[in-house]
């Protein structure tokens, strides 16, 4: 070969070799962390006890957010509810039959009252007049102008109008008296608007308590993991329905050496590259990191590596989430210190 021609390739081969010797030598010096995949699972558990009548989605089903994803018989919880609602109809005709009769009463006293202070002063006036009556008849008889039978029917209508003022009184006191039956008629509203309230109160607890027959998806949108009931099974508090993932948040919890712990904190920007994807990282943050070190799993590091403790740490995927599989290995990546305040820059503007 031409001497000309071979110089540059020799020239050109040699370049590339430095470039890649550089890049080996650079990510030979990165620092990383082995890690798997995961997703948040979220596990929907019964609050209630009850036989299961439906289990709307499958395993590997998508689900709208707050969608219904099981049903649990609320048959005797339906059952209160109505025997509830009818005492409600039962205190609110109890409550109005009462108002009326309040004002029934309220009206009648009044007028009584009213009817009776007029006769009490009607009697008064006569009580009186027959009293002067007697007295000037009195006067005429020891004058001599006059004569006893006449002092004596005088007399007679003295007594009477004096009788006929002790009744009035006394049935102007028995009206005024309809005011305490008026006053405990009150309490008594009182006590069914207190009941009603109470029983009110009551219905809105059944109705909560309704509520929790329906088990719901979180108001994101989700994927069935796993199906953990099937109808015909019997529900108790706590017990798992299905368990459910975000496709959107997903993870790579990793291992950090005590050594590290200092460089890996929450907030810390990195890169992620799936072992299926090599070449091809996506940014994340570190969202988590175990306040206590605990011993490496085996699955993660090799024997010499489990010497020692680390810290466990979880790193979120911030972009291209749907390519990243639960279950799938790959390695966390530091950056450097201009790296960090570049990213932290961008996402600052």
Known sequence: MDRRVLLPVIAVAAVALLAVGFWLLRRADERYYTGFVEGEERVLRSEVSGRVLEVAFAEGAEVLPNAIVARIDDADVASRIRSKQQELEVLGAQIARQEEEIALLESTWSRDVGAQQAELARVESAARLASRSYEREAGLVESGASTAQMLDDARARRDQAASGLAGSREQLARAKAQEGAIAVARRQLEILRQQLELSHAQLDELEVLRAKYTIRAPAAPTVVQSQLLWPGELAQPGT??????????????????????????????????????????????????????????????????????????????????????????????????????????????
């Open 240 to 349: 798992p329905v299905v368990s459910v993932l975000d496709p959107a948040d997903k993870f790579v919890q990793i291992y950090v050496p005590v050594s590290d712990a200092d460089r890996v904190r929450v907030g810390t920007k990195v890169e992620i590259e799936l072992d299926s994807q090599p070449g091809t990282r996506v940014p994340g943050e570190v969202s988590f990191v175990a306040d206590q070190a605990n011993f490496t799993p085996e699955k993660i590091e090799t024997r010499s590596d489990r010497v020692g403790q680390v810290y466990r740490a979880k790193v979120r995927i911030l972009e291209g989430v749907e390519g990243f599989v639960p279950g799938s290995e790959g390695n966390v990546y530091l950056l450097d210190a201009d790296a960090q305040t570049a990213v932290a820059t961008k996402g600052g503007a």
